[in-house]
């Protein structure tokens, strides 16, 4: 089955309501393990939904400063994680207003050739031609991403990068579930027919 | 068993980690050909994410972020309540010395009787010298003036 599997939670939520209060009274271990639960969906959102040429890591430092200093203002009743991605989500929104660029972050680094993820997809000893097409493949996926309206990028990018539910990304986005299915629908119809193009 | 082969709608959804009918389902399970465009496009899309920070990047963005959300240091906590008991301590140390001092038990009779024994004398040749006091009153006797009293 080609699904991707729900993001596990780090830690239990009594666990981390825990965390919350004691961060809230100023903890730094208990704050500090809140943000080691959430970074890397933080980081992944910010990676992927950043305009071109912004600076990821400051982008993910200014999420968890917005993060802690609104502590006061999490309500527990959804889940931290999603409130954390709710806050990334709109710091990118920010910077892309700021910048007004419609192009984002090009996913390639440099030599396409030479990024990791697209080597796995060629074993040892692999057929030479189907490592291409395999290679053309992902190029597609990333040229079409940046191409996909604002909504359905991101919750492609919920749903494929940061590798949250439907439910989840429902909650992140403020949008009903039937929302994401639609939007993530269309997303994928798009990515699915360029991917075939590539590789007939 | 269905015969046909997925339909791009069923491959999407199965893609985006959707449900689909039952007979598509087992369709999906035994069909080499379906298999093949599923997990081309699903490899495609994994193969796509970017690579996740390695750990000393995260770390220093935790870190900056604590910083400048002014978290404090647990550890820190109980020098701060000592360093403030001492600070409390030094600033009240004069008051309860000068408090101690003033509290002094004060023999009353005998401050009365050294008030007595300058009294009885002549007033000004008990403050003043007896030069100051001839030149500044030459008739003054003990036994004229007497007592103030």
């Not at chain 1, 009274?25 to 910010?46: I, K, P, Q």
């Not at chain 1, 040892?124 to 604002?150: I, K, S, W």
């Not at chain 2, 001492?86 to 000068?98: G, M, N």
Request: proline share 5%; with cysteine.
């Amino acid at each position: 089955m080609a699904s991707v599997a729900r993001t596990e939670l780090p830690v239990e939520p009594d666990e981390e309501e825990k965390l919350v209060v004691l961060a809230r009274r100023g903890d730094r271990a208990a704050a500090a393990s809140l943000l080691t639960a959430h970074e890397l969906v933080v980081f992944r959102v910010c990676q992927h939904l950043l305009p071109a040429g912004e600076d990821v890591e400051a982008a993910v430092q200014e999420t968890f400063v917005r993060a802690l200093r609104g502590l006061a203002r999490y309500s527990g009743k959804g889940s931290f994680a999603g409130w954390i991605t709710t806050i990334a989500v709109n710091l990118c929104r920010d910077r892309l207003r700021r910048r007004r660029v419609l192009s984002f972050r090009p996913l390639e680094s440099g030599d396409d050739d030479e990024a990791d993820p697209i080597a796995v997809l060629a074993s040892p000893g692999a057929d030479p031609e189907r490592e291409v097409m395999g290679r053309e493949a992902v190029r597609a996926v990333r040229r079409e991403f940046r191409a996909l309206p604002r909504r359905q990028r991101e919750v492609f990018a919920l749903r494929f990068y940061a590798e949250l539910d439907l439910e989840g990304i429902a909650a992140v986005l403020g949008i009903d579930v039937g929302s994401v299915k639609t939007h993530l629908h269309r997303a994928v119809r798009r990515v699915r027919e360029r991917v075939e193009e590539a590789r007939p | 068993m269905r015969q046909e082969h997925l339909s791009g709608h069923e491959l999407d959804v199965l893609i985006g980690g959707g449900a689909v009918e039952e007979a598509s389902r087992e369709h999906a399970a035994s069909c080499l050909h379906c298999q093949a465009r599923l997990e081309a496009v699903a490899e495609a899309i994994r193969a796509s994410r970017l690579p996740g920070p390695d750990e000393a990047v995260r770390e220093r963005a935790r870190e900056a972020a604590l910083e400048v959300a002014g978290q404090r240091r647990r550890p820190a906590t109980p020098w701060l309540w000592a360093a403030a008991a001492a600070l409390a301590v030094a600033a009240l140390s004069p008051f309860a010395l000068r408090s101690n001092h003033s509290a002094a038990p004060v023999d009353a009779t005998k401050v009365l009787a050294q008030v007595n024994t300058v009294l009885d004398q002549d007033p000004v040749t008990s403050v003043f010298s007896s030069d100051v006091v001839s030149v500044i009153a030459p008739n003054a006797d003990g036994s004229e003036e007497g007592s103030t009293s």
